[in-house]
């Protein structure tokens, strides 16, 4: 389905039926990332699998910034009329998923976030090292939003009221003290640190996600 939003062409799916979770996939990604996790999701609730603005199916566009697609699924949730969901959002996701907790308070119930920062040096310098050596070669905006954004004051983070969980892998490339700080700077945190995982294994076409989403949730 398309929904014509923000300036934006955006597609999504909708499945099941029950309480409804947002699922936000990562940069360069689309919605079929969670092709292993929408099927158990959605024996208890409604699923909206989002492609972000200038992926998947959605409209090509230049304009990638982060606030901007935190807009998006914000006039996504309120033009659909999908009462308090849950937001689950993967790397680039997690990012849109704490600006909109940040700005539009009262929108979401609660938050699930992996491997998302607050700066790019909340990534691990070998990982940016390699963005910056792509982007001279590609000049792909893509790489350029992961350089130059989010810049989210951690302090600011006082002010999420929602339950969030915290995720990522033992081997994120994020930074496990970027993380941790992420996690003790919200109030009603958890953070669950992920042994033998890295950025995205337990997430992209893996079902192994489930259990935390379910025991966080229920």
Same mark, same amino acid.
């Given at each position: 389905?398309? %929904?014509?939003?923000?300036?934006?062409?955006?597609?999504?799916?909708?499945?099941?039926?029950?309480?409804? %979770?947002?699922?936000?996939?990562?940069?360069?990604?689309?919605?079929?990332?969670?092709?292993?996790?929408? &099927?158990?999701?959605?024996?208890?609730?409604?699923?909206?699998?989002?492609?972000?603005?200038?992926?998947?199916?959605?409209? &090509?566009?230049?304009?990638?910034?982060?606030?901007?697609?935190?807009?998006?699924?914000?006039?996504?949730?309120?033009?659909?009329?999908?009462?308090? &969901?849950?937001?689950?959002?993967?790397?680039?996701?997690?990012?849109?998923?704490?600006?909109?907790?940040?700005?539009?308070?009262?929108?979401?119930?609660?938050?699930?976030?992996?491997?998302?920062?607050?700066?790019?040096?909340?990534?691990?310098?070998?990982?940016?090292?390699?963005?910056?050596?792509?982007?001279?070669?590609?000049?792909?905006?893509?790489?350029?939003?992961?350089?130059?954004?989010?810049?989210?004051?951690?302090?600011?983070?006082?002010?999420?009221?929602?339950?969030?969980?915290?995720?990522?892998?033992?081997?994120?490339?994020?930074?496990?003290?970027?993380?941790?700080?992420?996690?003790?700077?919200?109030?009603?945190?958890?953070?669950?640190?992920?042994?033998?995982?890295?950025?995205?294994?337990?997430?992209?076409?893996?079902?192994?996600?489930? &259990?935390?989403?379910?025991?966080?949730?229920?």
């Amino acid at each position: 389905m398309y %929904i014509h939003i923000n300036r934006q062409i955006l597609f999504y799916e909708k499945t099941g039926e029950g309480s409804p %979770i947002l699922l936000l996939h990562g940069n360069g990604e689309d919605h079929t990332i969670f092709d292993a996790l929408i &099927p158990q999701l959605e024996q208890s609730h409604t699923v909206y699998a989002i492609d972000s603005r200038g992926h998947g199916a959605s409209n &090509p566009t230049e304009d990638y910034h982060y606030s901007g697609m935190a807009e998006d699924i914000k006039e996504l949730i309120t033009s659909l009329e999908i009462d308090s &969901p849950i937001i689950y959002g993967f790397s680039d996701g997690g990012i849109i998923g704490l600006l909109i907790a940040l700005h539009y308070p009262g929108l979401i119930s609660r938050l699930i976030i992996s491997g998302a920062n607050l700066n790019p040096h909340g990534m691990k310098w070998t990982f940016l090292h390699k963005i910056k050596q792509h982007y001279k070669k590609s000049g792909s905006p893509l790489d350029r939003l992961m350089l130059d954004e989010p810049d989210i004051d951690p302090n600011a983070l006082s002010q999420i009221q929602i339950p969030v969980l915290v995720l990522a892998g033992s081997s994120d490339i994020v930074k496990p003290a970027h993380t941790k700080l992420i996690a003790e700077k919200i109030p009603y945190s958890q953070l669950q640190i992920i042994e033998g995982e890295d950025h995205g294994s337990y997430i992209i076409h893996s079902s192994r996600l489930y &259990p935390y989403i379910r025991d966080f949730i229920s």
